[in-house]
């Protein structure tokens, strides 16, 4: 599977009904072992300070996680979450936070992914939380394929 038809792939499962689409998460870019994902801020993913909430963060940084494992794996499985960690390290209080995916151990069943999240703000980035995610390879349903 080349490098764009798997963004397509990623991009249509981000299309599927749930919280990914609701929220707006949107792939920027994926090759194989890396990932990148982004999240423009809405009222609705903030907490009561304004700064996107932590929750949302994690999530991005699990969609990540997943997408990046899945890059690793052949055509017809994707990865799911065994476990995630997530250490905060500053608000997020951009417009925009991008959650940057690595793998650090691909393999046939298991997967491990680094995560860096970043909250961008006028053209400035700080990062503002941390995740590693253990994740399984799963079969991709076939309609999904």
């Known amino acids: 599977m080349t490098g764009a ?25 994926a090759e194989p072992g890396k990932v990148t994902m982004a999240l423009a801020k809405r009222p609705d993913l903030t907490q009561f300070f304004g700064h996107f909430h932590g929750g949302v963060i994690t999530a991005l940084a699990d969609h990540a996680a997943g997408a990046c494992a899945t890059t690793s794996l052949p055509e017809g499985k ?25 793998t650090i151990q691909a393999g046939s069943s298991i997967g ?9 703000k006028a053209g400035a980035e700080r990062i503002c939380a941390f995740a590693t995610a253990t994740m399984r390879a799963m079969d991709l349903p076939a309609g999904f394929r």
């Open 5 to 29: 038809d798997r963004i397509r792939q990623l991009a249509g499962i981000m299309e599927l009904p749930g919280f990914p689409k609701s929220s707006g998460m949107r792939v920027v870019s």
């Open 78 to 102: 994707i990865a799911v979450t065994v476990e995630i960690k997530i250490n905060f390290l500053s608000p997020a209080d951009g417009e925009e936070i991008v959650a940057r995916a690595e």
């Open 112 to 120: 491990v992914v680094k995560v860096e999240v970043a909250s961008q």
